[in-house]
């Protein structure tokens, strides 16, 4: 029996023995399949093929909800799941906001180009995944790749419901990354580069090698800027990091749980008017193309911030309903996971000003940040953690800068924003699109 048959196969027996019961349920089933290799002194220090599979159930009964899941797809076991799972719904508190609502949508990702074929030789990848390691060794001053490797990902995943919703997605996913550690004159320092495609000959592998090495070339004689306030231009998965940190203030489940400083306001100026946000369901060279929700809705576009105004918040159908809105289909929910609320792909809008005009003057690029999260409170917007980068002016970098601290506030930071770049670059994941975005001032502790 192939793979996806015996996964169909489990979540009609799931539905069924839970409707048998009298509940209403969805199931989620996924199996997987990895291969990853890294490299030590030019030899291969890791070669790992894994196999996943994992079922879930959430059910829903006389308004009580609990989930289960099984790593095993035997009939005793599905059976012993559904009642593990109708068991601990007896013991929940009553959630009359959870439903299953989704009726009876047939939905398959139909965007071929992210299942592509995997047409590379074993050889070909082994050899990348040696050239990652020994190339950077072969740098004048480099010391070593601490950290490299290559990696390849597939994934079925399933969802049905007792309302006679279903859905299907295949994806396939190839990475490579990279480090480079400098060790010179007593100093050292070292960058990361990474690239994800959906083909093997899609990565960049020689692109990163370089990236990563030069990077750790220019930061290693970094020193502190003098304390003071600077404008800041992040680069790109820098400034997706930052984002990150403070993403639940698009939350409608924060919002619910009345810890989102934006819950009441919708509709109000939140940020300069240069800053366009939206949460996009698929983007061209995209990472996070889903056809379909944790709940089995159709994904589309949501429009968050629109000219610095809040237009509206991420949804699954339970948070909609709280706050009596229309579901933005943002459900998140693994085979293993509750209901909560995900993004797909955020892009910030291209706004007007040329590179030129985001690069005039004095101001530092930030290209390596430390401690993002644990240095960031989500309610308050503050922020503080280390960075490095570079002291610019008139879009050259005049010197390098290390071990400084970078602090402010974030929902002051998206209010005084100088500019905004005229063509949007995706980050090296392809779950983040942005221009790049001059920042007015932050604080920075230096020397």
């Not at 990236?211 to 003098?226: F, H, I, K, S, T």
């Not at 939140?270 to 366009?276: K, Y």
């Not at 709280?322 to 996971?337: C, D, I, L, M, W």
């Given at each position: 029996m192939s793979e996806m048959k015996a996964l169909e196969q489990a979540v009609e027996q799931v539905l069924e023995l839970a409707a048998k019961r009298g509940a209403q349920a969805d199931v989620i089933a996924s199996s997987g399949e990895s291969f990853s290799l890294k490299a030590d002194q030019g030899e291969l220090s890791e070669y790992k093929v894994t196999a996943s599979q994992v079922i879930g159930v959430r059910v829903i009964k006389d308004e009580h909800v609990a989930i289960s899941y099984s790593e095993s797809l035997e009939p005793?076991?599905?059976e012993q799941m559904v009642a593990q799972a109708l068991t601990n719904a007896s013991y929940t508190k009553k959630d009359p906001l959870q439903?299953?609502?989704?009726?009876?949508?047939?939905?398959?990702?139909?965007?071929?180009?992210?299942?592509?074929?995997?047409?590379?030789?074993?050889?070909?990848?082994?050899?990348?995944?040696?050239?990652?390691?020994?190339?950077?060794?072969?740098?004048?001053?480099?010391?070593?790749?601490p950290y490299n490797g290559y990696s390849?990902?597939?994934?079925?995943?399933?969802?049905?419901?007792?309302?006679?919703?279903?859905?299907?997605?295949?994806?396939?996913?190839?990475?490579?990354?990279?480090?480079?550690?400098?060790d010179h004159n007593g100093k050292q320092a070292m960058h990361i580069a990474a690239s994800?495609?959906?083909?093997?000959?899609?990565?960049?592998?020689?692109?990163?090698?370089?990236?990563?090495?030069?990077?750790?070339?220019?930061?290693?004689?970094?020193?502190?800027?003098?304390?003071?306030?600077?404008?800041?231009?992040?680069?790109?998965?820098?400034?997706?990091?930052?984002?990150?940190?403070?993403?639940?203030?698009f939350s409608g489940e924060s919002a619910k749980r009345g810890i989102n400083p934006w819950r009441d306001k919708v509709g109000e100026q939140?940020?300069?008017?240069?800053?366009?946000f939206t949460d996009v369901a698929y983007m061209k060279n995209g990472h996070a193309i889903k056809a379909f929700d944790g709940e089995g809705f159709v994904t589309g576009d949501t429009p968050l911030i629109q000219d610095g105004?809040?237009?509206?918040?991420?949804?699954?159908?339970?948070?909609?309903?709280?706050?009596?809105?229309?579901?933005?289909?943002?459900?998140?929910?693994?085979?293993?996971?509750?209901?909560?609320?995900?993004?797909?792909?955020?892009?910030?809008?291209?706004?007007?000003?040329?590179?030129?005009?985001?690069?005039?003057?004095?101001?530092?690029?930030?290209?390596?940040?430390?401690?993002?999260?644990?240095?960031?409170?989500?309610?308050?917007?503050?922020?503080?953690?280390?960075?490095?980068?570079?002291?610019?002016?008139d879009g050259k970098r005049i010197r390098p800068v290390r071990g400084i601290t970078v602090a402010g506030n974030f929902y002051k930071m998206i209010k005084e924003i100088d500019a905004v770049g005229n063509t949007v670059i995706p980050n090296y994941d392809g779950h983040f699109f942005a221009p790049l975005i001059r920042f007015a001032r932050l604080s920075v502790a230096g020397k």
């Open positions: 005793s076991n599905l439903k299953i609502r989704a009726e009876g949508l047939t939905i398959r990702t139909e965007h071929s180009e992210i299942f592509q074929e995997d047409t590379a030789t074993p050889e070909q990848k082994i050899e990348l995944a040696l050239a990652l390691e020994g190339r950077i060794r072969e740098k004048p001053l480099a010391k070593s790749a390849e990902n597939s994934a079925v995943t399933l969802l049905g419901n007792t309302l006679g919703s279903r859905c299907s997605h295949q994806e396939r996913t190839f990475s490579c990354y990279t480090t480079a550690l400098i994800v495609a959906r083909r093997f000959d899609g990565l960049s592998p020689d692109k990163i090698i370089n990236d990563a090495y030069e990077m750790a070339d220019a930061l290693l004689e970094g020193e502190p800027v003098e304390t003071g306030q600077y404008a800041v231009v992040f680069a790109q998965d820098c400034l997706n990091e930052v984002l990150g940190a403070f993403g639940s203030c939140v940020a300069s008017p240069l800053l366009t105004k809040l237009i509206g918040m991420l949804h699954n159908s339970a948070t909609a309903a709280h706050f009596g809105v229309t579901p933005t289909a943002n459900a998140g929910r693994s085979a293993k996971g509750t209901l909560s609320v995900a993004s797909r792909h955020d892009v910030i809008s291209a706004g007007t000003s040329s590179e030129a005009e985001i690069t005039a003057g004095e101001y530092l690029e930030l290209v390596e940040l430390q401690g993002v999260h644990s240095g960031a409170d989500a309610i308050s917007g503050e922020f503080s953690f280390g960075a490095s980068g570079f002291l610019c002016r």
